[in-house]
């Protein structure tokens, strides 16, 4: 929703990306946890069920983590996420106070030279 | 201290081959997650306040997760255990009201302001010296609580493996820092939120069971009101002045207890407002805690009320001879109920818990480490690729500081309890140097130093009378309640009189800090729909728990 205008190429990573979201996570655990749970419900011996006062609860709670994870899974299709983008600092994202002295050597990324404008004439923020 | 296993073995959890699955699926899935997260990574911002990106239901749910650790789970039952029913105070009027509180009033001077962490508002509202008290305390506080954490998660894990304390401990460590070192905060919160469901869908059959065998709500609440006096299944009795109920009387529940200890952990603890400020605009900062408060209102039921109902179906706890203390309720209900499949569920919440508050106090120590220590102290002017090196590092000797904790906690059992007292000693002066702070622009630069430091005096003397006998309370909580409320009261005095030697500070030096002059950005200004309104959200869990506390009376 955010970025419709996708690079030729980055689609496959993209596509890779958004199935990193919390709710993707939690919903596929959700389903695992349910069908295991269940399972051992559906099996479940009379000494089991005699341990926890009569009740088979992993037939009660399996299926119960399932409906979890499929409703996690349902709204992650529903409303896909945006991308996780990282994030340049900039002094915006600073307090107003902070902004203007002792971090003016905000950004810069070692690693992309080609990215970075050179720096003005005699005023290279050097660490020293 | 947690579990009796390494003494005695009484408690051991009998696991099965399911349950040990369960497990394994559960933590290649936060090992995942950190993977996945780390092209995320590339500033510090991100590193340590997720970018300021994400929605709020995932940092409300974070907000109220990185505090259901060992503490939380396993002391408030066995507090339940130990005091009954009026330990709802330290939800329902305490930390509830505590995080509305925090969301619709403090919130906005927060995230609005922009500042990277609670220290730094200190810095900006007061002066260095305000800033350097809380950020150390803070750094070093968060360390050996994080050691505390992993000693908990060692034992269970010792007892489950059957694997060697140091070995466990080890393991342990190893795990949080890789998914931190990889994801940070990000990282930190989604498994705060994952662990979150497991753990309150592996506690709910416990909350099942317990009410069940013990013949309903009502049939529990009346054999214990029989066995232990109605003091014990009634909140408020026994409250009035010179009354017996053991948390303590009206004044100090309201004033000390609400106001003063509750405000004070909520409302300044970094490793709580640090996932508000990781939330995306400032309406979603504001719900964080607000969105958090409505699960909180209902952890009770996971923690105190198992806790309750253990001194019926295990006879004997916390006495001694039984080999149980009160600190066992909870893994002693799941090894005598829980089926396999719902065990491996229960367990595996357990150590999540476990892990995340460990998580929670390393992902907050880094920042206030990197952020008011080294950058504003040691090395400032540095890149920002510098401070995201700094932070990972300091993820490796925090949790390296935390296993260190771990093994001392693991030879003298009592550690932790004294570092809880301890650090608790910082708390109140602190929430009354920030409220000050926000609401009295005449504050001056001095006053946040000298309100901390009068406060923290006067209630580490408190405690010490007590602890000499001078001052008698019914009770250690009892004694906590009022010690905060003269810690508030010193330092506010303190701060008053410190402000009135003092120029006040400029206008500019004050915008976005004190009220009047806070900053609110787009999404705090535009008209929102009801659900998405901290205000009425606010209000309804406000609504909520007072519901709550009439149906403890009426059943």
């Not at chain 1, 106070?97 to 950004?107: C, V, Y």
Request: hydrophobic share 50%; with cysteine.
């Amino acid at each position: 929703m955010t970025s419709p205008e996708e690079k030729p190429g980055e689609q496959g990573t993209d596509l890779l990306a958004k199935l990193f979201d919390i709710r993707s996570f939690t919903g596929v655990l959700f389903l695992i946890f349910g069908i295991i749970v269940t399972i051992v419900g559906l099996t479940a011996s009379d000494a089991d069920i005699q341990k926890s006062a009569g009740l088979n609860l992993a037939l009660l709670i399996g299926p119960i983590m399932f409906l979890f994870g499929a409703i996690f899974i349902v709204w992650l299709l529903l409303k896909p996420p945006e991308l996780l983008h990282s994030h340049e600092v900039t002094e915006e994202d600073l307090p107003e106070q902070l902004r203007h002295h002792g971090l003016e050597a905000i950004p810069e990324h070692p690693g992309e030279p080609g990215s970075e404008p050179p720096p003005p004439p005699g005023r290279r923020p050097s660490g020293h | 201290m947690f579990l009796a296993v390494d003494s005695g073995g009484a408690l051991s959890l009998d696991l099965s081959a399911v349950d040990l699955v369960l497990m394994v699926i559960y933590f290649s899935f936060v090992l995942g997650i950190g993977f996945a997260l780390k092209r995320a990574v590339k500033s510090s911002l991100d590193f340590f306040l997720s970018g300021r990106s994400l929605p709020a239901w995932v940092t409300g749910i974070g907000f109220i997760s990185a505090n259901i650790g060992a503490v939380e789970l396993l002391g408030q039952s066995a507090s339940g255990a130990q005091y009954g029913s009026a330990m709802v105070h330290y939800f329902w009027i305490g930390a509830i009201p505590a995080m509305v509180f925090l969301g619709i009033v403090m919130m906005p001077f927060y995230y609005g302001s922009k500042v990277r962490s609670v220290p730094e508002y200190l810095r900006l509202r007061f002066d260095p010296k305000a800033h350097l008290i809380n950020a150390i305390t803070f750094v070093v506080g968060s360390m050996l609580i994080a050691g505390v954490n992993l000693y908990a998660l060692s034992i269970v894990l010792e007892a489950l493996l059957g694997i060697k304390l140091i070995l466990a401990i080890m393991l342990a460590a190893l795990f949080v820092l890789s998914y931190i070192l990889l994801g940070g905060l990000t990282s930190a919160i989604y498994n705060e939120v994952m662990q979150f469901f497991v753990v309150l869908i592996g506690m709910v059959p416990l909350t099942i069971i317990a009410i069940k065998e013990t013949g309903g709500l009502s049939g529990l609440f009346n054999k214990l009101s029989a066995d232990h006096g109605s003091a014990f299944v009634e909140p408020w009795t026994g409250t009035g002045i010179g009354g017996t109920n053991p948390v303590g009387d009206w004044i100090g529940i309201i004033l000390g207890l609400a106001f003063c200890l509750s405000f004070g952990y909520w409302t300044t603890n970094f490793a709580e407002v640090q996932r508000a400020m990781a939330a995306k605009d400032g309406n979603s900062a504001r719900l964080t805690p607000i969105i958090g408060a409505y699960p909180k209102a209902f952890v009770p039921l996971i923690t105190i009320l198992p806790g309750m109902a253990a001194l019926v179906l295990l006879p004997g706890i916390g006495t001694p001879g039984s080999g149980l203390e009160y600190n066992d309720a909870i893994p002693a209900l799941m090894d005598k109920y829980l089926p396999p499949g719902v065990l491996g569920v229960a367990v595996t919440g357990l150590l999540a818990a476990f892990m995340a508050g460990m998580a929670a106090n390393v992902s907050s120590f880094n920042a206030v480490f990197t952020y008011d220590l080294w950058q504003d102290y040691i090395r400032p002017g540095r890149s920002d690729h510098y401070y995201l090196v700094v932070g990972r590092w300091a993820t490796v000797g925090g949790v390296a500081v935390a296993v260190m904790t771990a093994l001392i906690a693991s030879g003298f059992s009592n550690i932790s309890n004294y570092l809880q007292t301890l650090f608790s000693f910082f708390n109140v002066p602190l929430f009354c140097a920030f409220i000050i702070g926000m609401f009295w622009k005449r504050a001056t630069r001095s006053a946040g130093f000298w309100g901390i430091l009068a406060g923290t005096v006067a209630a580490v003397t408190v405690y010490a009378l007590y602890k000499v006998e001078v001052l008698s309370f019914r009770s250690d909580l009892q004694e906590t309640m009022w010690g905060s409320i003269a810690a508030f009261t010193a330092g506010a005095i303190a701060m008053v009189l410190a402000s009135l030697r003092e120029p006040r500070k400029t206008d500019a030096e004050l915008h976005g800090l004190v009220y009047g002059m806070e900053i609110r950005d787009a999404s705090d200004l535009a008209v929102r729909p009801w659900y998405r309104s901290p205000v009425v959200l606010g209000m309804g869990v406000l609504v909520l728990n007072a519901g709550l506390y009439v149906a403890v009376y009426v059943i």
